[in-house]
C-alpha cells in the first residue's frame, strides 16, 4: 500500500526534487533509495507565521510496491449516429456536458451565441484598441465563457457534489499544467486557457459531436410540456431529446424569452461593487511579511470578508499579477472584470471587493418584479457608463481618497487599457453599497497593514459575480421544476460560482439527461 505523508520545506527545497525525496525519506525513515516512486497530492504555502514554508501532501511507493495509476480515465465514443442533445452555451458547463454526454454514447449539439476563441480575440483586441464592443463575441461571450480570458482560478467548494479531481484530469489532458491537480489554488492563466478550449472542441468535434458557433436561440420548443428543441434567430429549429441550458450569468435575452415563454424563474441574491488594484510588490510584502519573493514563490493572493450590518463584504476573483478588463456585454454598461497569465508577472494585483445583495435590498425596483435584481445591476452599470465618461473607461478613485470621500485629483498607473476617468464614487455609487465598501476597505486595511492605502485605485464597477436570476430545476432529476427535458446547468442557472464548479455541473446534468432519455 502506498504512504500518504505530509512534508513542510522551504520554497526553494519543494522545487528540487532532490530536496523532496530527502525529506520524504527522513519522514518515514528509510534510505532515499528504497523510495521507487511519488508523486504530489496537494501543495500550499503557509505563511502566517512570519517565514514562509511550503506543505506538501505526497503519496509514497516504497521498495516493490506496485504503482498504482490513480488519474480517471475518459472513454469518449463515436457518437456522429446517436441521438442528440442540445447544449446552448459553450461556457464550462456547456463543454463539459457535451464530453460527458460522449461518453453516455450521446450526441452533444453545441450551440454558442459567440465566436470561437480565436475569432473572440480578434473581437476582444478590438474592443481594447478601438473601444469598439461585440455584443455576441466579447469577455463574457464566446466560446469558453467568461472564464475564457481570467485567471482560470480552478478553487472550487463544490467537491461534495462529484468528482471534481475528473474535471481537472481533462483540463490536463487539453493541455493544463499537471500542477493544477495538486496545488491549494490552482489556476491555468488566461494566455493557456484558449488553447484548452479549442482542444476541447476538437474532442468533441473528433467523437461525432457539433459546435455551432454565431448562433444566437431564441426560443425553447416545447411539445406537451416537454423541450424538444430550440429555435434560433436565423429561424433554424434545432431537435433534440433533450436542452441543457448552460448560458452563464450575463445571457439576460435567455431569463426574459424563458420568462416570455411563462417557464419559471427565480430571483436570488448576488454581489457587486468595485474592483480595487494595488502594486503586486505591495501585496508581496504585506503577504510574505517583507520577505523577498523569489523564483521559488508566487504571486501573493489574498482573501478578505467583513460583515458590515448584515451584509458580507468580500474578495472576489483576486487576480496576483494580472490585469483588470472591460466585461460589458452590452454598449450602455460599462463592467471590469480582472484576469492573469499563468506566470502571473503583470506589477499589478486585482481583486473585486463586492458586497452582499439580498431581495430586501431591492424593494425600490420591486416594480421589475422577477427582473427586480437585474434591473438594480443594469442600472449599476449604466452609472459606471455615465460617470466613466461614456466610453470604455473605468470611472475610478484613489482608495484612500474614496473611504474617506475626497475627489482624486490625479490617479495612479492601472493596467486597465482603456483607461480612467477621475469620478466622486463616494457620492454616485448606490448608499447601501458605498458605505459597506467603505467600511469593509478599514477592516481591510486593518487585517493587512498597508492594504488601505492610496497608492491602490478602485474601478467601477465589478456586477457580474453572479445571476440574480436562478432557473429552477428538481433537485432529483435536474430538471426544470415545470418543463420536462430542459436542464437549466451552471453559473447562468445559479447552480455554479466558477470554472470547476460549472464543469462539474454540467457534467451532472449530462448524467441526469442520459437518465431522462434512457
Known amino acids: 500500500m502506498p504512504h500518504d505523508i505530509s512534508i513542510v520545506l522551504r520554497p526553494d527545497e519543494a522545487a528540487?526534487?532532490?530536496?523532496?525525496?530527502?525529506?520524504?525519506?527522513?519522514?518515514?525513515?528509510?534510505?532515499?533509495?528504497?523510495?521507487?516512486?511519488?508523486?504530489?497530492?496537494?501543495?500550499?504555502?503557509?505563511?502566517?507565521k512570519g517565514k514562509?514554508?511550503?506543505?506538501?501532501?505526497?503519496?509514497?511507493?516504497?521498495?516493490?510496491?506496485?504503482?498504482?495509476?490513480?488519474?480517471?480515465?475518459?472513454?469518449?465514443?463515436?457518437?456522429?449516429n446517436a441521438m442528440p442533445v442540445i447544449i446552448v452555451g459553450a461556457g464550462p458547463a456547456g463543454l463539459f456536458a457535451a464530453l460527458r454526454l460522449i461518453e453516455l454514447g450521446f450526441k452533444p449539439i453545441v450551440i454558442e451565441r459567440g465566436k470561437s476563441v480565436s475569432y473572440r480575440k480578434r473581437d476582444i483586441a478590438m474592443l481594447n484598441r478601438e473601444h469598439q464592443l461585440n455584443p455576441d463575441?466579447?469577455?463574457?461571450?464566446?466560446?469558453?465563457?467568461?472564464?475564457?480570458?481570467?485567471?482560470g482560478k480552478l478553487y472550487t467548494r463544490s467537491k461534495k457534489r462529484g468528482d471534481y479531481r475528473r474535471i481537472l484530469q481533462a483540463l490536463v489532458d487539453h493541455g493544463a499544467d499537471p500542477a493544477i491537480l495538486y496545488e491549494a489554488h490552482p489556476h491555468i492563466g488566461t494566455n493557456r486557457l484558449p488553447g484548452i478550449i479549442t482542444r476541447i472542441r476538437e474532442t468533441i468535434l473528433q467523437h461525432g459531436g457539433e459546435v455551432l458557433f454565431s448562433s444566437r436561440v431564441t426560443e425553447i420548443i416545447l411539445d406537451s410540456g416537454q423541450a424538444v428543441g430550440v429555435y434560433l434567430a436565423d429561424g433554424q429549429r434545432i431537435n433534440g431529446k433533450a436542452v441543457i441550458l448552460a448560458t452563464g450569468h450575463s445571457a439576460r435575452d435567455i431569463y426574459h424569452m424563458l420568462h416570455n415563454q411563462s417557464i419559471a424563474l427565480e430571483a436570488k441574491p448576488f454581489a457587486m461593487g468595485v474592483r480595487v488594484e494595488h502594486p503586486q510588490a505591495l501585496i508581496d510584502a504585506i503577504q510574505y511579511h517583507g520577505i523577498p519573493r523569489s523564483e521559488y514563490l508566487p504571486a501573493a493572493a489574498y482573501s478578505l470578508v467583513h460583515q458590515v450590518e448584515g451584509r458580507g463584504v468580500y474578495s472576489f476573483c483576486m487576480c496576483p499579477g494580472g490585469f483588470i478588463v472591460p466585461a460589458a456585454t452590452g454598449t450602455d454598461e460599462v463592467v471590469v472584470n480582472g484576469m492573469s497569465p499563468s506566470n502571473r508577472n503583470s506589477r499589478w494585483a486585482n481583486s473585486g471587493i463586492v458586497v452582499e445583495i439580498r431581495l430586501d435590498d431591492l424593494a425600490d425596483y420591486a416594480q421589475h418584479g422577477i427582473f427586480a435584481g437585474l434591473e438594480f445591476q443594469a442600472e449599476f452599470e449604466r452609472l459606471a457608463k455615465q460617470h466613466g465618461g461614456y466610453g470604455v473607461q473605468a470611472p475610478a478613485q484613489r482608495l484612500v481618497d474614496f473611504v474617506e470621500g475626497r475627489f482624486s485629483s490625479n490617479l495612479p498607473a492601472c493596467s486597465y487599457h482603456p483607461g480612467l476617468n477621475s469620478s466622486e464614487m463616494h457620492l454616485w455609487l448606490p448608499e447601501h453599497i458605498g458605505f459597506r465598501l467603505r467600511e469593509g476597505f478599514k477592516a481591510f486595511g486593518k487585517k493587512m497593514k498597508g492594504f488601505l492605502t492610496n497608492d491602490a485605485v478602485i474601478l467601477g464597477v465589478e456586477s457580474r459575480t453572479s445571476s440574480?436570476?436562478?432557473?429552477?430545476?428538481?433537485?432529483?432529476?435536474?430538471?426544470?421544476?415545470?418543463?420536462?427535458?430542459?436542464?437549466?446547468?451552471?453559473?447562468?442557472?445559479?447552480?455554479?460560482?466558477?470554472?470547476?464548479?460549472?464543469?462539474?455541473?454540467?457534467?451532472?446534468v449530462a448524467d441526469a439527461v442520459s437518465r431522462y432519455v434512457s
Open 16 to 48: 528540487n526534487e532532490t530536496a523532496v525525496v530527502r525529506a520524504i525519506a527522513r519522514k518515514i525513515d528509510i534510505p532515499t533509495d528504497s523510495i521507487r516512486h511519488y508523486y504530489i497530492t496537494r501543495k500550499s504555502i503557509d505563511a502566517r
Open 52 to 80: 514562509v514554508l511550503v506543505n506538501l501532501g505526497v503519496r509514497v511507493f516504497i521498495g516493490e510496491e506496485k504503482i498504482i495509476d490513480e488519474r480517471p480515465v475518459f472513454n469518449y465514443t463515436d457518437v456522429r
Open 468 to 508: 440574480p436570476i436562478r432557473i429552477p430545476r428538481d433537485p432529483e432529476t435536474l430538471q426544470h421544476i415545470q418543463v420536462k427535458g430542459l436542464f437549466p446547468s451552471g453559473e447562468g442557472a445559479g447552480y455554479a460560482g466558477g470554472i470547476v464548479s460549472s464543469a462539474l455541473d454540467g457534467s451532472i
Open 137 to 151: 463575441s466579447n469577455y463574457a461571450f464566446g466560446e469558453g465563457g467568461a472564464g475564457t480570458f481570467s485567471d
